[in-house]
């Protein structure tokens, strides 16, 4: 018997509170109520702009967001949200980076 899980994950990066000027990546996973929530502030649709409010509101591990990427499962639709640069990317995967 196989299962498919389908999940919504949103890729943050940007500065945490302590210590100051640190940059760190965390991957949020949603639950339905958070993707509720985002369609919400979004008019009824999963948008970048509602999703950068929601993240405002609930990812107090940040001090400042500096870029995100999510894939989001609304239904039976699949909404996949690219980083909105590539330095925000770069930032993000620099911090999973093997230092040696």
Known sequence: MKYLVRKS???VVGGIWMPPG???????TLTDHD???IKDRGDGA???DALDEWLGCHAGDFSS???????IEDGDESIE?????EDGECAYLDCFADPA
């Open 46 to 48: 999963i948008t970048r």
């Open 9 to 11: 994950v949103v890729a």
């Open 22 to 28: 640190a940059i760190c990546a965390y991957d949020y």
């Open 35 to 37: 993707v509720a929530n």
């Open 65 to 71: 967001i500096k870029d995100f990427s999510a894939s």
């Open 81 to 85: 949200i690219p980083w909105a640069t």
